[in-house]
Every structure is written in C-alpha cells, then in structure tokens.
C-alpha cells in the first residue's frame, strides 16, 4: 500500500528528516532537482530551450537548482522569478545567488512561442490561499503557452489536500511527487491537472513519519499478495460457497453480473436467489450457478440459503417494493455471515437506517454518490467536498465498512482509509457496480476479512476496467467487458 499525504503530513516527515535525522535541506533540494531533470528526459521532454518559473519558497529554490543543472549539461535553461525577494526561503535565496553566479539568463516575463519546456516551481505542496493578482497572471501566461509543462512537486495552485483548484492551477503534461503522492494528485480535478504523475525518491521515506504514518494510503499491486492462496488439493467446498441475492421481474442482468463475477474471483459455489421469472435466463446465461428461485421468495428460503453460503451480497437489481423490504429485513436479522450491502438494498436502507443495527455480523455498503446522498443526508457538494471525511465519520457512526463509489472509490472503516487509483471513466455503465459487489462477495466467500476483501475488490475491479479501456475504449465499455477481463487481471497477479 502506498501512502497518500497531506501537506501537513509532508511538512512533518520533511521536517523530520531535516531537524531530527540532519539530512540537510539543500542536500534534498539537489536530489529533488536531479530526480526532475532526469524524469523530463525519460519522458521525452524537448530541452531545446528551457524556461524555469520559480517562486520564492523551497519549491522555486528546487526550480533554480534544475535551471542550473540544466544550464550545466550545455541546455539553454533561463528562469523567471515570479516570487516576492523579500520572501525568500533561505534555501531558494541560495540556489538562486548559484544561478546569478553562473551568469545564468533571468527574464521578466513569458515571451509567446520562445520555449520547448516550461518547468513549474512557483508554489510547492504547502499552498492553502487561492491564487490571485500577479501570480494568477503568471498561471495564466504559463497555461496559454504551446510549450510542454513539467510540475515540480504539484502544479502550481492545486491543493495538495483535496485536489480542488485555488482559483487557479497550472495545467502541467508531466509532475514529479517529491517522496510521496499527495491526496491532490489522486482526487479530482487535481489528477487531471496534473497530467501523468511519477514518484521521485529524494531521501524522504515513511521513517519521517516517526511512527505516526499518514491516514490515507492507496492500494498497489501487493493487493495480490492478499488473496486467498489456492491449495492443490482442494475441491469447489474449499473455495467458498457465495450467495447472491439479487434480482427481479425484468432486472435478470444484475443477478447474473453480480453472480458471475463472484464466481469468476475464484468462489468454489456461487448460488443466485432471485425470482422465479429468471430462472430460464441465468439457466441459460450462467450455467454454473446454483439457482434458489420463488416468485415470492419465504423467509425459509432466505434462512437456508444464508446458512449454506461463508458469504452473501444482496440488493442488484433487487427492487424497492414491500417483498424486497421483507427479504432485506430478513437478511439483515438472520445472516450469520459477511453481507454486501448494494443497489437496491441501500435504497431501501436510507428509508429505514436503523436497520443497519440489526445483527452484528460485518456489513460492507457500497453505495455510489447519489445513494450516499440518499443514506447519509449530505448533499451531493458536501459529499464531492470531502469523500474521506464524511465517508469515514458514516462508517464509524454505524459501524459498517463503506466502499464510496465515485471516480476514486473510497474505502474506510472508520478509522483506516484507502483511495483507490485504479479504473476509468468507461465503467461509468449500468451492472458496473453489480460485478464490484459480486466481486466483493466472492473473495469474503473465500475467507478474506471484510476491510482487505473491500480494498482488493475495488482495486480489482478498476483493473479490469482499465484492461478493457485499452481493448474497447471507455466509450464502448460494458459491465460484461469488465467480466472478459477479471480473469487476466487475476492471472496476472
């Protein structure tokens, strides 16, 4: 798991390694410049002629310290101090003097059509003020330009914290994260400012954190490394027994999505309990399901199918009418098993709240933003503001773990906090969140714990996303596309 930090938890882990281990600052600075420089000619950059914009703060002084070493290798790099001189930190004011002792060229302004590259070092990760006067000009001279644009940490303007625009932000094709990624290279709209971000190691390591280690971090491929191990000897008993409850009259897709993808995860049973009226299609779509099917399913039916299933998810397609309330009352009162909560079930949820207090067995929702609007009485600005927060005081409050659907799913248990980075645009599509909930359900059937089965889920999923955009296109993308995938991403791993 990777760590995602917040400009106060940068500023610690910095100061740390600075005032308590004794690296100096310059010598992070030099490494910070280095590591830019050699990430613009990795990724092609054209340095015919280089402008550096820097501001006045240790962000601008690892702007001037790249300028110089450019200059060194026999490249035309020239600066533009936007800064105020009087603000100066004392490391930028040095690698600027390093400039000026060079003779190195400064100019006043942002000539239209005169650079190739134009590295960003105005503001660093610190930034909490929205950007105005002349620094707004600067932005806006940078983002009109044709020139190529490297951010130095994080584009200038865009909040380390959340992601949001502070009136402005620079618009960079390239950033380097200085040690970590910051939660606003990851949440929207500052992912998208940011262009393609790369990790750059300058010395900062997670021992800065002094044991006190940031609250949100993101899932990595050692996801992998948490699924249920596969034992030769073992037989479709040993591989879980899931239980989808999902379904009705002309919703026959969502039972066989969700079920489909429970089993594709590697469950050794998948049964689907659903209406009568979809017996004939999942028969003839899925196969391999075991099939519980009523038009009017009874409370014993709903009982015996819980007590054979390690797991169950229930609400894809379910409906809202008064048997599905009785189903999902009953579910919620008798299952002694891990549940996911979805869809429908949610929608009859934000009716009836104090139904999640029934039984004590862990619950996993997995609501997308217009259900959390409806379950938690945010508005959707309040939940667009701060998913984190408010996503994690709703899992502490009802004791639940909450997987918080958006363009980066957010999942927390209260108290441990993942955003997930994987997956695209193109799952945007109906029975997307029906294959994630019978994603979920399977690896809980296979004995997973809830909180890592919800992290591996969504991960999964977002890759099987992202495999199918580069085979379809996200604009072509169908849930079903998302199930072709789920077996490569897991051979994969």
């Known amino acids: 798991m990777e760590y995602l930090v917040s400009a106060e938890e940068m500023r610690r882990a910095d100061h740390c390694v600075i005032e308590e281990y004794g690296v100096p600052s310059l010598v992070l600075m030099e490494r910070a410049a280095l590591a830019s420089v050699k990430l613009m000619e990795r990724e092609g950059f054209d340095l015919s002629r280089v402008l550096v914009v820097s501001g006045s703060g240790n962000n601008g002084g690892d702007g001037f310290a790249m300028a110089r070493i450019l200059y060194l290798k026999g490249i035309e790099a020239e600066l533009w101090f936007v800064?105020?001189?009087?603000?100066?930190?004392?490391?930028a004011a040095l690698q600027k003097k390093i400039c000026e002792n060079y003779g190195m060229k400064f100019v006043r302004n942002l000539p239209a059509g005169e650079y190739t590259t134009i590295v960003d070092a105005v503001f660093g990760s610190g930034l909490s003020r929205e950007v105005k006067g002349s620094y707004r000009e600067v932005i806006e001279s940078i983002n009109r330009h044709p020139a190529k644009v490297f951010a130095v940490d994080i584009p200038s303007g865009i909040s380390s914290d959340d992601g949001s625009v502070q009136g402005i932000a620079v618009r960079a094709a390239v950033t380097g994260a200085l040690a970590f990624r910051k939660l606003g290279h990851v949440l929207y709209p500052g992912t998208e400012y940011a262009g393609r971000t790369f990790l750059l190691d300058i010395g900062i390591t997670k021992e800065g954190f002094k044991g006190q280690f940031p609250?949100?971090?993101?899932?990595?491929?050692?996801?992998?490394s948490l699924l249920p191990t596969r034992k030769a000897f073992g037989n479709k008993g040993t591989f879980g027994k899931a239980c989808l409850m999902a379904g009705s009259r002309n919703m026959a897709g969502a039972a066989y999505l969700s079920g489909k993808a429970a089993a594709i995860t590697g469950t050794g049973l998948v049964r689907v309990v659903t209406e009568g009226c979809n017996r004939e299609i999942l028969q003839t779509l899925?196969?391999?399901?075991?099939l519980t099917t009523e038009e009017m399913l009874s409370e014993e039916t709903l009982v015996n199918a819980l007590s054979w299933a390690d797991a169950a998810g229930i609400g894809p397609g379910l409906s809202t009418g008064e048997a599905a309330e009785k189903e999902l009352a009953c579910v919620l009162t008798q299952?002694?098993?891990?549940?996911?909560l979805d869809a429908d079930a949610l929608n009859i949820l934000s009716k009836h709240p104090?139904?999640?207090k029934k039984g004590d067995t862990p619950k996993i929702l997995t609501p997308h933003m217009g259900e959390m609007v409806r379950l938690s009485g945010h508005s959707m600005e309040e939940l667009k503001q701060k998913p984190l927060e408010l996503a994690a005081a709703?899992?502490?409050?009802?004791?639940?773990i909450l997987v918080l659907k958006d363009a980066r799913?957010?999942?927390?248990d209260g108290e441990r906090i993942v955003l997930n980075t994987t997956g695209n645009n193109g799952m945007a599509t109906g029975g997307s969140g029906d294959v994630l909930t019978g994603i979920i359900t399977g690896l809980l059937a296979q004995g997973m714990a809830p909180f890592e089965a919800a992290v591996s889920g969504v991960y999964l999923h977002g890759l099987a996303g992202d495999r199918a955009a580069e085979n379809t296109g996200v604009r072509g993308m169908l849930s079903t596309d998302l199930l072709k995938e789920l077996p490569g991403v897991l051979k994969e791993g």
């Open 83 to 91: 800064g105020n001189p009087d603000h100066l930190s004392k490391e």
């Open 215 to 224: 609250r949100v971090q993101a899932p990595d491929r050692g996801i992998f």
């Open 286 to 290: 899925f196969p391999e399901a075991v």
């Open 335 to 340: 299952a002694k098993i891990p549940l996911v």
């Open 354 to 356: 104090d139904w999640l």
């Open 394 to 400: 709703y899992a502490k409050e009802h004791e639940v």
């Open 409 to 412: 799913t957010v999942v927390t």
